[in-house]
């Protein structure tokens, strides 16, 4: 059966998406941190999967971010969400995070926004 390339793209990336949430499980002690990657912007979540909770969460589509940028999604985004991610952590005193990068490769705007929260103390 002949399936729209959309669909199929659609497919791969839920079954890689669950075979990485089977292995990354956040804890209290040491929450799941998550990018997401839309067209139009980046957002971050840190979740602690053992209760079910966003403990917290950041966004380029935020007043403040959005002023301080050019464009909110390229690189210099990332590394702004990445600081920003990072301060909001260690005011609640999480320092250890287990880095979720979603069905994204590890390069461009998803190593930078990984870069800049590990240069403010947090550790992967």
Do not use: C, W
Not at 75 to 98: D, F, Q
């Amino acid at each position: 059966m002949i399936k729209a390339k959309y669909i199929v793209k659609k497919v791969k990336r839920q079954r890689v998406r669950r075979a990485i949430q089977a292995r990354l499980r956040g804890t209290a002690e040491r929450p799941r941190l998550i990018l997401v990657r839309s067209n139009k912007y980046l957002y971050a979540q840190v979740i602690d999967d053992a209760s079910r909770q966003v403990l917290l969460s950041a966004t380029t589509l935020e007043k403040e971010l959005k002023g301080k940028l050019k464009s909110v999604k390229d690189k210099a985004a990332a590394k702004l969400l990445g600081e920003t991610i990072a301060e909001r952590l260690m005011e609640k005193k999480i320092e250890a995070v287990v880095f979720d990068r979603n069905v994204y490769n590890y390069a461009g705007r998803v190593k930078v926004f990984s870069d800049a929260a590990r240069e403010k103390g947090i550790r992967f």
